[in-house]
Structure formats: C-alpha cells, structure tokens
C-alpha cells in the first residue's frame, strides 16, 4: 500500500468512526470534497437524513469495520452494523429486536477527501432481524 492508499483509507476509517459512529452529522465538510457524488443516498443532504434515520431507529448502532482494501483512489470497506431497534424504522413500530447487519461501502477519494460513495447492505437480513423471522 502506498501512502496514498493509505490516507486514503485513514480517512475513511476516521469517517466511518466520527459520521457513523460518534453521530456527528455536522462533520461532512471535513470529509467530503464541494463536488461529492452521493450514489446511494442521492445527495449530501440524502446521506445526513439516512443516518439520522438509523440513529432514531437504532440508537445504540454501532458499525465495526471487518475489512478495508484501498487501491488507487478507492478504498472498500466491508462492515456490520449492529443495534437495537427502538425507534420508527421506515415506518416500522419499533420491535426491541436487534440487528447484525453486514454492509459494504466505496468511497472514492480525491486529493485526502471522500468524492463519491456508493454502499450496498444485505436488507433482506436486516428485515428479518426486525420482525423477528
């Protein structure tokens, strides 16, 4: 790993911990490039409302970092996500279940700053966490 892969991937290990993590949804300029491209929340604004959302729904959610690859100007991340539903969840009442959730994310960087993330999350298991199936 280079020095740039692993900026790179000290800055979104730092995102990770203070946006996901700590729940300070203000920290995004430190982060993020003017020109973020948010692909999987529509926007900058998108992505600060959906964590806001987990956070009322799971307010004790914690994401653990599994594995991180960085190579060029992406870094991948592969996560799990667990917490406990105590909060509205996309309109589901809250179940007091708990969810182990695992998560992928793709930030691209540019210059030390995320310029474009992508995420995929296995919801097929987190419903059924929820509901208790």
Same mark, same amino acid.
């Given at each position: 790993?280079? @020095?740039?892969?692993?900026?790179?991937? $000290? +800055?979104? &290990? @730092? =995102?990770?911990? $203070? =946006?996901?993590?700590?729940?300070? &949804?203000d920290c995004l300029d430190a982060y993020l490039t003017d020109d973020y491209r948010e692909l999987s929340y529509q926007s900058r604004d998108g992505l600060k409302q959906f964590a806001a959302k987990i956070l009322e729904a799971f307010p004790d959610k914690q994401y653990a970092v599994e594995d991180v690859i960085a190579k060029d100007d992406?870094?991948?991340?592969?996560?799990?996500?667990?917490?406990?539903?105590?909060?509205? =969840? =996309?309109? +589901?009442?809250? +179940?007091?279940?708990?969810? $182990?959730?695992?998560l992928y994310r793709q930030y691209q960087l540019v210059d030390g700053k995320i310029a474009e993330h992508r995420?995929? #999350? $296995?919801?097929?298991?987190?419903?059924?966490? #929820?509901k208790g199936r």
């Amino acid at each position: 790993m280079n @020095a740039t892969e692993r900026q790179n991937k $000290d +800055t979104v &290990l @730092a =995102f990770v911990k $203070d =946006f996901w993590n700590r729940n300070d &949804l203000d920290c995004l300029d430190a982060y993020l490039t003017d020109d973020y491209r948010e692909l999987s929340y529509q926007s900058r604004d998108g992505l600060k409302q959906f964590a806001a959302k987990i956070l009322e729904a799971f307010p004790d959610k914690q994401y653990a970092v599994e594995d991180v690859i960085a190579k060029d100007d992406k870094v991948l991340v592969r996560m799990t996500v667990k917490g406990t539903h105590r909060g509205i =969840f =996309f309109g +589901t009442e809250p +179940t007091g279940n708990t969810i $182990d959730v695992t998560l992928y994310r793709q930030y691209q960087l540019v210059d030390g700053k995320i310029a474009e993330h992508r995420g995929w #999350i $296995d919801m097929v298991t987190m419903w059924s966490q #929820i509901k208790g199936r």
